[in-house]
């Protein structure tokens, strides 16, 4: 159990100073916001950026773990919606469900614990993940609830290729777009440079776990607290149980059969809390009352639910 606390107590040790440190007035909410920027801007790309450049592409994506990935997203993505459907729960917020269900937040509390559990595998891992969710589940979640607004206008493929060009424009996207044209044509990287993209790196996970925590101070906390509550349940239950047991079914339905470190990364990445700018992405819908209450408790029980998860499969 110690060596599960060594993985997990780090990281949520550095969420709660960073709520204690805004909680406190130590910080400002918007200082939050500053260092958010910095670390989507410029650590992770970075991190990503040196990754990929410096691992031949073949190694770096492992299609295998991609498939069966977003085929566990897809799978929840449509079990919480038929769910809520059922349950009569309007359009607007069962695409709030849907994001927070099957968007994780891989960059900001993901890497962290991948690199404390899986270090050799940790940024190899982030560089998949990140391509999955902003080529694929993203995407896909941002058009649902695009065509979920009331009084909407305009096709569905419009709005499509509105959301992938936003995609491509992200600094974490271009990092890994990047690094891979320098992998294939095996470009050096000058020193000098190389010495600057480190630095950024090293600062990305500990930045990151700090404003998760801090951002959580202040939030809306108004909405449907039983909804809320289910989606932390599709979050952290439901979606990591849909990636196991199609890892179990591989075989048979036709998806790959990854080996076993593999197979727990992905359970893993499945069932870390959602996305840091779930709240802020639900704001257009008027859900971001709902998308806070959902945010915070995922975000706090996912203290319990990794741990659980780390000690069952490792």
Known sequence: MSAILNITFPIFALVALGYFSVWKGLFKSADMRVFGQFVMMFSLPALLFNAVSRTPIQEVLNLGYMAVYLAAAGATALVV???????GTDAPRRAAAVLGAVAPNSGFVGYPTM?????????RVLAMNMLVENFAILP?????MELAKPGRHGSAIGTAGQVIWSVLRRPMVIAIILGALFAAL???????????????AVSAS??????????????PFRGNRGLAAFIALGKLVVFPAVAFALLLLAPTIGLPLLDRDMQVILVLSAA???????????????????????????????????????????
Do not use: H, R
């Open 115 to 123: 690199l404390l559990a899986f270090p050799d595998e940790a940024t």
């Open 272 to 314: 870390m809390p959602m996305i840091s700018i779930y709240a802020i992405l639900c704001q257009e819908a008027g859900t971001e009352g709902l998308a806070s209450l959902a945010l915070l408790g995922t975000t706090s029980a996912s203290f319990l639910t990794l741990s659980v998860l780390l000690v069952w499969l490792l």
């Open 206 to 219: 500990s930045l990151a776990l700090f404003f998760i925590g801090g951002a959580l101070v202040g939030l």
């Open 186 to 200: 095996n470009l050096p990287m000058p020193a000098t440079l190389d010495k600057v993209f480190s630095m950024l």
């Open 140 to 144: 896909a979640c941002f058009v649902l």
């Open 81 to 87: 919606y038929a769910v809520l459907a059922l349950t």
